[in-house]
């Protein structure tokens, strides 16, 4: 918002300085962006009358002119001068000899043979506007002689707020003014306005079909105006300094009171009405053409002012083009009201195109000041334009509460750290123009209209803060003892398991938890994901159920910018549905190895990383825990080289080298071995039991059986395991052989065991007995024959 620093001052003026100001105002929480004065700077520049103007004889683009300049010359200056508007009775700026133009002095000289003392401006060369067609006409009025700067008010500044969006009150000048009187304690000019007494009887039916969004209408006929006539230079300046065009007498005013007010307004062709005015809900597939000449489509959400057959404009966005007021008109309707800021908000954005009264309008305007201030619209429209007024129109329904709040004494002491004392609080909300009733130990306060954003306790003790200073508040250092925090030795971190697999060569990376459908539906065979309502791209419309396919896709990065030894992991959260249609949220690791096993070097031949390699990095990472893999199939991975990882009887996730039919669809030249793990399986740790280490010698002894080819290594281990002797310590398979030696349907496990007594030294006797039972236990499970 850009308004005038003079325009803010003749509402309230206080003695500090512009720069001053702006910290006052971004202190409070009205965050100046700039400040910038209204023209360059120069000299030497008054306002001059244009006498005569003749044709130069040696140019035909030029005209000598004779240039009274008031008490600055005994007698008119002769000033040759180029611009296409000059011509005789006009009043314009013009620079003496000595004047200093942005870069340039004006000098005595002569131009094609004639002498020229001085130069007539345009509005560029002043640095008042960049708009350069012609010389800059003033006022007939204008006083010759006087100083331009002082004549155009040229020594004032324009600031530049930007406001947070519950400050809806600041949205015109005089809502700022009103901040700065509560913030440096100085007098506020009061908003006066006289109500226009009817001078005709002519009104318009008005109806109300949506009394939920619009809660309040106001409008009055005005019947003979001169829409022609100039407006007032000192109007203009204020909308051009707040980056608003004058268009014509009538809009220049409505957007003047927007600006001062907050409140926007508009006005109607009354020639182009057909009937009443009908406040209501736009029909299905609707059409309106505004004042930008674009067309658009409505929906049933959108509110419509209209008259008995057509739409006239865009309730508290934009007026329709057919029925705006244009020059030469004489007759208008004007309208004033507070329209529900819930559903004015989002429908300008929805549309392609903001406003100013949509800006306001959905952040909300002062809802007590509307009928006023059409008043006051009238007042300056019968100044400028002249006509005559009909009586108001006024249709309410029920206005937004504005519901009484406690603030507390010791509340308020208590939430800001200071002693503020009843009497401060009871001037800083009276210096706010608050009502309020004083009691005891609390004070009760009615929120203004014109304050949406003060509901609760909370939200006053806000704006004592703001009024108080928060610089006044003194910074307090925060006490604290420094105790060392438990650590659970048990129970690992999410850190501490990267940085395990970042030591086993694997680099971390972040993706989107939203990602492409085709992954879920394809890689995970996931039927059903979480579909987003408002995706921010149409290739990321789902929530993910597993991070494979973000792993995948940085594989491709990768390769695609030549990396050929890729290991990646990822930590996130997956998403899927429960039983219940509800949303489960899961943290997952995932990892990807691709490439050689080892980077390249002379020491070591290159190999392609397997299944065996990852299947390592994963007993790493559940270190003592004890886990198993379990040959199950997986829609993402190869039949033959895929497994489910369990932590006793619980599945915590998956191995596999990826299924040949995606290895060809990504192009991948390698095998791609992926995994991914519950990060909840990943956290206890078993923590480490004394013992004493033994003074007896451990016993080896090999066993080889035969047992059929599809029998899983695992089984056998676990089952070996669970019924073993106590003085087996260890029971380890070191050699596989399939051939013709031991049939073609069987396969031969040779199995180190390890025996060992802490007691005693173990004879051949107990050796045998403990080999022979471990023997028994796979002839009775599997089967299995010794093998010769």
Not at 209 to 224: E, N, T, V, W
Not at 621 to 649: D, T
Request: include cysteine.
């Amino acid at each position: 918002m850009k308004f005038s620093e003079n325009w803010l001052r003749t509402f309230v003026n206080p003695s500090c300085t512009s720069e001053e100001l702006a910290h006052s105002l971004t202190m409070a929480g009205l965050e100046v962006e700039a400040i910038e004065p209204v023209a360059a700077s120069f000299d030497k520049v008054v306002v001059a009358e244009v006498l005569t103007v003749e044709k130069h004889p040696n140019a035909d683009r030029l005209r000598i002119c004779q240039v009274n300049v008031g008490d600055h010359a005994k007698e008119p200056l002769q000033i040759v001068c180029g611009a296409s508007n000059v011509h005789a009775g006009i009043k314009v700026p013009c620079a003496l000899v000595g004047a200093q133009l942005q870069d340039m002095e004006i000098k005595s000289a002569k131009l094609r043979g004639i002498q020229s003392s001085g130069m007539l401006c345009s509005a560029r060369e002043l640095g008042v506007s960049e708009n350069a067609d012609g010389l800059l006409m003033l006022p007939d009025t204008a006083p010759v002689g006087q100083d331009f700067r002082t004549y155009y008010e040229l020594n004032d500044r324009v600031f530049t707020l930007s406001l947070t969006p519950n400050r809806a009150d600041c949205l015109g000048v005089y809502g700022v003014a009103r901040e700065i009187s509560a913030l440096t304690d100085t007098q506020l000019v009061p908003f006066k306005t006289t109500p226009v007494s009817p001078e005709i009887e002519d009104s318009l039916d008005v109806r109300v079909s949506a009394p939920d969004a619009c809660q309040l209408y106001c409008g009055r006929i005005m019947r003979g105006i001169n829409s022609n006539v100039e407006t007032p230079l000192w109007m203009k300046q204020r909308l051009e300094r707040s980056s608003l065009r004058s268009i014509n007498a009538v809009v220049d005013i409505t957007n003047y009171v927007l600006l001062e007010t907050g409140q926007p307004m508009h006005a109607f062709d009354l020639a182009k009405l057909d009937g009443g005015i009908h406040v209501r809900y736009a029909k299905i597939n609707e059409t309106i053409q505004l004042l930008n000449e674009s067309r658009v489509v409505l929906t049933t959400d959108m509110l419509l002012i209209t008259d008995d057959h057509k739409p006239l404009a865009l309730a508290g966005i934009m007026g329709g083009l057919n029925s705006g007021v244009v020059q030469g008109i004489s007759d208008i309707f004007l309208e004033c009201a507070f329209f529900n800021p819930d559903v004015i908000s989002g429908k300008s954005f929805k549309l392609g195109f903001n406003t100013d009264s949509s800006y306001r309008f959905e952040r909300g305007v002062d809802f007590a000041a509307t009928r006023n201030i059409l008043e006051y619209a009238t007042n300056l429209i019968q100044a400028i334009c002249g006509g005559t007024a009909g009586p108001v129109t006024e249709k309410s329904s029920v206005l937004p509460p504005r519901l009484p709040v406690t603030v507390r004494v010791d509340r308020v002491q208590r939430v800001l750290g200071i002693m503020l004392e009843k009497e401060q609080i009871v001037e800083y909300f009276s210096r706010l123009q608050f009502d309020f009733s004083e009691n005891k130990n609390d004070i009760t306060v009615i929120p203004p209209s014109y304050r949406f954003d003060l509901a609760i306790e909370e939200d006053f003790i806000e704006e004592l803060a703001r009024i108080h200073g928060y610089d006044e508040i003194p910074a307090q250092v925060p006490k604290s003892g420094l105790e060392m925090l438990p650590s659970q030795e048990s129970i690992r971190t999410s850190t501490q398991i990267k940085q395990m697999l970042v030591m086993r060569d694997y680099q971390e990376v972040v993706n989107y938890a939203f990602v492409d459908k085709s992954w879920e539906t394809g890689l995970i065979q996931n039927k059903n994901p979480v579909a987003l309502k408002n995706p921010i791209a149409n290739h990321l419309d789902v929530m993910r159920s597993s991070l494979m396919g973000g792993l995948i896709a940085n594989l491709q990065f990768n390769l695609n910018r030549r990396q050929e030894r890729v290991r990646l992991f990822e930590l996130g959260c997956c998403f899927e549905r429960s039983a219940t249609e509800h949303f489960l949220q899961i943290e997952k690791l995932a990892g990807l190895a691709y490439g050689d096993v080892f980077a390249e070097q002379w020491g070591v031949s290159a190999r392609s990383v397997d299944f065996y390699d990852v299947k390592s990095d994963i007993e790493i990472l559940y270190q003592s825990q004890e886990i198993n893999f379990q040959a199950v199939q997986h829609p993402a991975f190869h039949p033959g080289k895929s497994a489910q990882i369990m932590v006793g009887a619980k599945p915590a996730g998956w191995i596999g080298e990826l299924h040949p039919r995606w290895q060809r669809q990504y192009d991948l030249s390698h095998p791609v071995i992926l995994f991914e793990l519950l990060l909840d399986s990943l956290l206890p740790v078993s923590l480490a039991q004394i013992k004493e280490i033994p003074k007896y010698p451990a016993v080896r002894r090999d066993i080889a059986v035969i047992v059929d080819n599809q029998m899983p290594v695992q089984t056998i281990l676990s089952s070996m395991y669970e019924k073993k002797p106590e003085i087996v310590t260890e029971i380890t398979l070191f050699d596989v052989y399939r051939g013709k030696a031991v049939g073609e349907h069987n396969k031969s496990l040779a199995f180190k065991v390890m025996l060992q007594d802490a007691q005693k030294t173990l004879t051949d006797d107990e050796a045998e007995a403990a080999i022979s039972s471990l023997l028994k236990i796979l002839k009775a499970k599997f089967d299995a024959a010794l093998r010769n």
